[in-house]
């Protein structure tokens, strides 16, 4: 679709050349005719009539150009997203959670526009750059040979002069692009940190140094501009005395008489015709570097390595056939050794242990330890480095992640809320959910409370732009959405942070009531959850450095009673 | 029209080098109308072939307007380049002292960076106004005139056919693409930002989407929006395409026009034949002049829009006034809070009531209470962020309303929940709490806070580059940073706004155990959620609904067993020391 509409962007841009050339001719035997050949008004007319024509379809190959570039531009977008799309599926979490936070939105936003400029604009111009003069060259060629070389020879000298000032001027420019854009962060800085100021008693005089930075600022960059503008200064000289030089060679031989005043004319109309999109080329020149730019992002994106992560669709062996429910399988890590790639160090190093079906196992250590890559392993968004993890009798790997996931309902940290209505949002979980069942799941996780005070209760809008649910409720649809699952293994990320007393009860009264009758991995928080816990894993910089119930690991001292002791030592 | 007349304004000490942009940038269009009329003139003439003494003014025009092209293009480009960087730095000026009064009180309802970036943003549209809106119509103007004169010279109403031309090409054409693109213009917005906002869910909600298995849903909603955007580009791409296509063509007919006038005229013997080829070839020159108009229109909404913005963040009033007659800076620091009360706006019930508390010198006092109690605002009130409309406090004997803020101010060191660094070296932040530190104190605040190993390990020292693109701190070392910045201040009162809320448990502990401390010989006023620490304070003052509801000391409260002493039980209890 796209290389149809690109062949005919450059056919528009071809047509384009042709109609400036039959423009110049009428209009030159217009002024001919009347100016030696004495011809009236009527006589004339039907070159008046064609040139009109002409000005008519050129304005339709304008438009009809523009709409062209644009539409190669939506698709070739469109496409780049799509590819990242797939990308960031199969690279997962994982991958997400090790970049800087909305930098690979912003790639796939922002990175992604930025190549509008390239495909709508840049490369248009490098085809008309292309075709009208060589299309006024092969006009002129034969009318005067001499105008003809003077027009060939100069106009090598635009793109040479481009290239040689742009390589000059590149490093400069850069430079200067990133003091432009180190000032602008210093002057957000300071707006941000205003209140801080405030507190230290400097932020009056913060004024002043706003006002030095940018005076600073435009002296140095005006330095660099009188240097860097000497670019624009040639290629103007280079169209405009090339122009020149053409009047007067086909003047001084028009006086010998020697040339045809119509086709002098004609070659004067259309020289400034010739340099015009050449020096265009120049100007859009740093739209299309801007976009080169941005795709080196988005290749980069798009050709990270795989390797640590399974494909989301890919059809693998399976010598078990279709098993589709493991839920009373154990679930065993051994050996299991996980490291990001380009780290020196493994995130969980050497694991090995079990869990039972229908047993609650609580994962605890300090932040860093490699809890989440546990969870992530064990949802299939990232394979083992080293070792397996075995369900029953079988790898992990090979059993489909899409069915995998059928089994494990996941409660997140932070739960997310999509743009689109509460009942939308519960039926993430289980799309065909029936109003009962959202019903019944809403009620055991305390989301009905919630859902009772909005005005359009289920179907309130949430998100970006809908009404915002706090932290604890946000909460509660998390774990709604597990009752609603209803899936034979739990994955939870319990809330880390203090929750007020009536959060709190419910929370735990939540989770006791998720845990019954299932297999339960919980990164935990909480004091109550642990001790409830049928085995407790303690992670240390990625090694499980204790295992055992609460009472046994307080009764063998070590890493666990540490960090219970210092929660305590907190109240 | 009010914005406008605003704006304006801030070009008055520029306009030397406005009106210079101006003038040059006539002259670019002007050197080609005069490169592509003296060439015409010349090969016209050349063709009746007179003496070629006749024909060497015109040879010397063709070679002055080519060189002339180039200069003025280059004046043109260095004079508005520089008109812009001075207005940028005006404008940011301007705005940051307009500004600084309003933080924070009334620049807390815009949530964080979002507004602060979007001000940034409008400013950097601002910059251009003058240089894209203001100049390129007058030059326009000025290309009008001085070719309209100069084609009275051959005919009047060639004059008045061109002017028609270019005032239809600089008025209309304009107007028009900008009245077809403005709704496109506006679904593209719409359109970005919603694409944004399911982007931005999609990628932080990866794990959740995966983990329920909604990879087809999500491409769904993603080629959704990409459909809605695309078909949003594609209205923009065809009225963007009409406008230049109108422009081109109302240009062109122009030129259709004059040969229609012009041809008749020269068979009257009223216009020299001569001149025919110069009339049309100074038709199709001029219209280079009306080219930037569209844009031109497009920016002016832009700017006025961004304005608007701008002048309606900074006419806010100020929550605190200053008074008339200030008197001189306190000398001591005793304090006293009495029947304080609060309000952030008429419709929300009181953050603070009847608040009485006495901070002594050297006095410790710990506020507690859920979030909302009210701690963080009494803190607030003391720092004058805000002013209460009942009850008063008093400084060292007088109402703290009597000095000017930034006295009163200097009386207080201030840790924040968390600690804003700023973007540049770590002995820069850390002059900010006071400027003429010597590198010697720089080094005894940091080991006082702790920060001695870290600093060792540092790359650069004191010269690491901190904030967004610097070193990055744990929240640890953040709020240590904040805690030695306040001890390089070595003001007399300490002001701890819960600095502890981010930090896990170990961490909380370790640096609740510094406090303790470097703050000994401190007045300590100590906002807290959590209820670590709470044996070494002198009071405790228990808040809830802006009310104190128990006073006493740690022993005291937990003795008496009311809802300090439930909270802490509740606290107890609650976490383990991961995170």
Redesign the interface.
Known sequence: MAKGALLLTVLLGLAGGLLVIAQAGSLARIVDGVFLGGKNLEQVMPWLVTLLIIILLRAGVVLGGEVAASAVAVRVKAGLRELLLEKFLRLGPAYQARQQSGELSAAALQGVDNLDAYFSQFLPQVVLAGAIPLAVLVAVFPRDLLSGVVLLVTAPLIPVFMILIGKLAEKITRRQFLALSRMSAFFLDTLQGLTTLKALGQSRARAEKIGEVSERYRRATMAVLQITFLSALVLELVGTLSTAIVAVEIGLRLLYGRLDYVQALFILIVAPEFYLPLRNLGLRFHAGMSGVAAAGRIFEILDTPETDVRSQSVNVFRPFGEKTDWRDEPICFEGVSYQYTGRDEAVLQDLTFCIQPGELVALVGRSGAGKSTLAYLLLGFIQPTQGKIRVGRQRLQDIDPGQWRQQIAWVGQRPVLFQGTLRENMRIAMIDAGEEEIQAAARRAGLVEVVDQLPQGWDTQIGEGGSRLSGGQAQRLALARAFLRDAPLVILDEPSAHLDPENEALLTRAIHELCYDRTVLVIAHRLHTVREADTILVLEDGRLVQLGTHDELMASGGAYSDLIRAGEGQA | MKTFVRLLAFVKPFWKGVLLSIFTSAATVG??IG??G???Y???F??L??S?AY?QM??VG??F???A???F??LE??SS??VN??L??RL??WF??E??PL??AR?MNYR??DL??R??GDI?VLENFYIRVIAPPLAALLVTLGAGWLMTGWHPELASVLAGGLLLGGIAVPWLAHRISQAPGRGLAAA?AQ?????????????????????S???DR??QS??RL?AV??R???S???G???G??VG??T??AI??VA??L??AGQLD??L??VV??VTLASFEAVAPLPQAAQMLEASLESARRLFELVDAQPAVLEPASPLPPPAGSELRVSNLTHRYTAAQPPALQGLDLDLPPGCKVALVG?SGAGKSTLLALL?R?WDAPAGVIILDNQDIRDYRS?DA??V?A?V?QS??L??STLRQNLH??R?DAPDQDIHAVLEQAGLRDWLEQLPNGLDTWL???GQQLSGGECQRLAVA?ALL?DAPVVLLDEPTAHL???T??ELIETLHRVLAGKTVLWAS????GMQWMDEIVVLESGRAVERGTHAQLIKKGGLYATM????????????
Do not use: K
């Open positions: 050197s080609s490169l592509l003296t060439s015409a010349l090969i016209s050349a063709a072939q007179p070629i024909l015109a040879i063709v070679r307007f080519g060189l092209r180039g200069l293009r280059y480009r260095l380049h520089s960087f001075r940028l730095a940011r000026v940051y002292c500004l600084e933080a924070p620049l964080g960076g602060l970036q001000a940034v950097e970005r694409m944004s906002a399911t982007y931005i869910e999609s990628l932080q909600g990866l794990a959740d989407l995966l983990a329920y298995g909604q990879e849903a999500l491409r993603m080629s990409e459909s695309a580009q594609m923009l791409a065809w963007g395409g009409v230049n296509a109108l081109q063509l062109n007919l030129l259709v040969l229609l041809i008749p020269v068979r034949g001569v025919l080829a049309s070839l859920h720092m962020f930034e101010r200097r207080f201030f924040p600690t804003y700023f973007t900010l709490a400027p904030g967004e693109r910045r201040q896990d448990a170990i909380e502990q959620h959590s209820l670590t802490y039980r509740n606290q107890h209890d609650e976490l383990i020391a991961d995170l």
